[in-house]
């Protein structure tokens, strides 16, 4: 309890400055992130990040130090040779882009693990703490770095305002963008560059193992929550920060635990999390609508059974008439009469029952789209009878007001259905 306090205060400078320094990375890699997710360019965030390594190791032999402006600039060189490699790969020879961006990230990052070889042989005593970069290591980040890093993201932020409708329009449809007079190739390049750079900010945090997550696990885990693009970033930013805070935490309190497998096991627990509860696209939404859409057919069809055993003259409707005309598993046929019960579109007297007069209108109305529904197939798609009852069936449910104008329009106010059958008004 008295860590959590002690860390949660921020009286600590050391405390304030890795979970600023932490935040900072995760909000700028989120949003960056976004656009690559959406680009469906996820595994180039894991590339750039194995193929910074050796820009790293680089950056220190120019300046003998662990400068993160030299370490910076390297990552950023390495990043972007990585990708022309890549891409010119793909361009020139037979090889499929998965094949490129793996002989790219195995390439570099084994000429990176040869580099870091050679600076522990050398004996600079700069080189303590080199290998961090690996899986990260927040604890490190000094002021310094954190300026740095403030300096940069904001710098990407700013660019992700002022070119937000021109990246949006390139995250979806390229071709579009360009049929509208935009260079395409000029902001996808700039795309290309934020990328690089977010994943250079973030290695010192994440490490080149996991930078990959940071860049696309929040989009991905927000893209459950939200169908709109500023939304998603600015919740991915959130599951990033809430991640940064909480791996900063674990690796506060824990004895030689990084912070980087932390903060990518928080960014899964969270996307594990929305999987199961995200609105509308969780899995527990899902099994919820699934369990309202069952009752909502079972409900029409018990009152269609009503309309159509009404209309053949049956005056005393019970549960045995209903099934003796319909296949219902009983104890579900209990249950949906129960519910219309309560929904006032039936009254029970003993075991009849009977349609109240919104439960007649309700019953109108679902034989009324079966039956439009059968003759539209017979007379605009040109089904025969005999195939009809079951396409129909199936699309009653889910008929709504405006496509049932379309179909009263469109077959003139029939009165008939192929069988000759009424439909009620």
Same mark, same amino acid.
């Given at each position: 309890?008295?860590? *959590?306090? !002690? ?14 320094? #932490? ?10 992130? #976004? ?35 030299? &370490?910076? &600039? ?18 020139? #020879? ?18 990176? +693990?040869?580099? *870091?070889?050679?600076?522990? $042989? ?12 690996? =899986? ?9 770095? *954190? ?7 904001? =710098? ?33 390049? &700039? ?50 920060? &809430? ?23 928080? =960014? ?11 609105? $509308? ?29 009404? !209309? ?5 409707? +019970? ?14 046929? !209990? ?75 469109? *077959?003139?106010?029939?009165? +008939? ?9």
């Amino acid at each position: 309890m008295n860590s *959590l306090l !002690e860390f949660f205060s921020f009286t600590n400078p050391t405390v304030r400055t890795v979970v600023l320094g #932490t935040v900072l990375i995760a909000v700028c890699s989120s949003i960056v992130g #976004t656009y690559t997710y959406l680009r469906k360019r996820s595994l180039v965030g894991d590339v750039v990040a194995h193929a910074i390594f050796p820009g790293i190791c680089f950056g220190f032999v120019l300046s003998g130090s662990k400068n993160p402006i030299y &370490l910076m &600039l390297g990552a950023i060189l390495a990043g972007w040779v990585a990708l022309i490699l890549m891409d010119a790969i793909v361009a020139k #020879t037979k090889l499929k882009t998965d094949t490129a961006q793996a002989f790219i990230l195995t390439f570099f990052f084994g000429l990176g +693990t040869v580099f *870091l070889a050679y600076i522990q $042989k050398s004996g600079s005593a700069s080189q303590t703490g080199l290998h961090d970069f690996l =899986l990260g290591k927040a604890a490190n980040i000094t002021r310094f770095d *954190l300026a740095v890093f403030g300096v940069i993201s904001l =710098l990407l932020i700013v660019l992700v305002i002022t070119y937000y409708k021109v990246f949006k329009l390139i995250s979806f449809n390229e071709d579009y963008a360009a049929s509208l007079g935009y260079n395409v190739r000029f902001y996808r390049f &700039l795309l290309t560059t934020m990328t690089v750079i977010a994943v250079a900010v973030g290695i010192q945090a994440v490490g080149v193992v996991l930078m990959s997550a940071l860049l696309i696990t929040p989009a991905a885990t927000a893209r459950l929550w939200t169908h709109k693009l500023h939304r998603l970033m600015l919740i991915a930013g959130i599951f990033g920060a &809430l991640s940064g805070i909480f791996g900063a935490y674990v690796s506060f309190t824990a004895v030689n635990m990084p912070t980087g497998p932390w903060f990518v096991v928080f =960014l899964t627990f969270f996307a594990l999390l929305s999987i199961f509860i995200a609105p $509308k696209n969780g899995i527990l939404s899902k099994l919820k609508q699934k369990r309202n859409n069952a009752n909502k057919i079972n409900q029409e069809n018990v009152l269609k059974t009503f309309y159509n055993l009404i !209309e053949r003259g049956v005056e005393q409707i +019970t549960t045995q008439v209903i099934l003796e005309k319909r296949s219902f598993i009983p104890r579900v046929l !209990e249950s949906t009469l129960s519910k219309l019960k309560h929904q006032g579109f039936v009254d029970r007297n003993g075991s009849v029952y009977t349609l109240t007069e919104a439960g007649w209108d309700e019953a109108k109305r679902v034989v009324r789209l079966h039956r439009l529904w059968e003759l539209y197939l017979t007379k605009r798609m040109n089904y025969k009878d005999d195939h009809i009852h079951g396409l129909a069936e199936s699309m009653e449910h889910i008929i709504t007001p405006e496509i049932e104008k379309d179909l009263l329009k469109e *077959l003139d106010y029939p009165t +008939t259905d192929p069988h000759e059958s009424k439909i009620p008004y």
